[in-house]
């Protein structure tokens, strides 16, 4: 199909949708056949709401979450196999690795935003990774921010400057530093929900923390807080496909049978255009650890989609996989 066709078939699409939406009449969702077709589709949406070198929830001369959703998006195309990024798509991702690099802070870390935001230790651990994921050198400077940040109950702050320690925070940090101390990780096993409240979060959710914790090296969490996870896990169900697809990943990390289920559920909710519905909010967070009044909306879904890819990704890796839950510490 030639670029020229699959943007007709996009402009068609949108103006049925319309037409639809006018009528009250909701289209059937064309439901794709194997992971690998949902991947593909995912990687043609995701790259088309690429801008300016970034990705962003806002208007992309404002650059307000640029930082943070550029550095989780590179972090999660990390994950998919190799032989779905073409060359096309392996340029835009080092143009992107490029930009991440460019904005660094004369500190040497990252903010929320763009050029001359703040930088703080949730968005500078997240960078990190992004680089790491796909073999960029992390400078030492960065390193440093991150754990100036570290509070005395084994919890990372937002900023060097603030006072509270927050879990979401603390769970990438250890990732983006690649070690995890007796402090930190009772810390993490007491805070693992991330919807307490006033808690100082980018992300309210129920299994965010959860599937960042999953995302560590083998062997690096301790028995103790792999069992927590599986605990809420089992507990607690998904609401938007933002959280099946955090959900998803701790299942199949956790190797519990239930992601056959789920995996095959997150696949049918994709939409036409190859996105996932978002159903994310993202919020700064001040210096004295309260969320501001203006947070942003995962509207376009980039989230949910670079997420559920990877989740996606995850089940193709292991295919015919038996999945048991009596060692639940024994993750992929």
């Not at 103006?15 to 995912?42: K, W």
């Not at 195309?77 to 835009?92: C, T």
């Not at 703080?120 to 651990?125: C, E, F, V």
């Not at 754990?147 to 979401?168: K, L, M, Q, V």
Request: with cysteine; net charge neutral.
């Amino acid at each position: 199909m030639t670029d020229q066709q699959s943007e007709l078939d996009r402009q068609i699409l949108r103006s049925d949708q319309q037409v639809a939406t006018a009528l009250g009449i909701v289209l059937p969702v064309r439901q794709r056949s194997s992971n690998s077709d949902a991947i593909a589709a995912g990687l043609q949406f995701l790259f088309s709401r690429r801008k300016q070198r970034h990705w962003s929830f806002c208007n992309p001369t404002s650059m307000e979450s640029a930082s943070w959703v550029t550095a989780y998006a590179l972090t999660r195309l990390g994950e998919i196999p190799s032989h779905y990024i073409g060359h096309s798509l392996r340029r835009q991702i080092e143009d992107s690795l490029d930009w991440l690099m460019e904005i660094r802070t004369p500190q040497g870390g990252w903010g929320f935003g763009g050029p001359g935001s703040t930088d703080d230790a949730d968005s500078t651990a997240w960078s990190i990774v992004a680089l790491r994921q796909h073999g960029r050198a992390v400078p030492d400077e960065s390193i440093e921010l991150v754990r100036s940040c570290r509070r005395s109950n084994g919890g990372f702050a937002i900023h060097p400057e603030a006072p509270n320690s927050s879990s979401d925070v603390t769970a990438i940090a250890a990732r983006a530093m690649a070690s995890i101390d007796t402090a930190s990780s009772e810390f993490l096993a007491s805070h693992l929900r991330t919807d307490l409240p006033r808690a100082p979060c980018r992300l309210s959710s129920r299994f965010f923390v959860s599937s960042v914790l999953m995302d560590w090296e083998p062997g690096m969490a301790p028995w103790f807080i792999v069992n927590a996870v599986r605990q809420l896990t089992c507990q607690l169900s998904a609401e938007g496909t933002w959280e099946q697809s955090l959900l998803l990943r701790c299942l199949m990390h956790l190797r519990t049978q239930t992601a056959w289920t789920l995996l095959a559920g997150l696949r049918q909710t994709q939409l036409q255009d190859g996105s996932w519905p978002g159903s994310a909010a993202l919020a700064p967070v001040s210096v004295e650890g309260a969320g501001q009044s203006r947070s942003h909306f995962d509207e376009q879904g980039i989230l949910a989609t670079v997420t559920a890819m990877s989740a996606l990704a995850m089940g193709d890796l292991q295919p015919g996989l038996y999945f048991g839950s009596d060692l639940p510490f024994r993750r992929l």
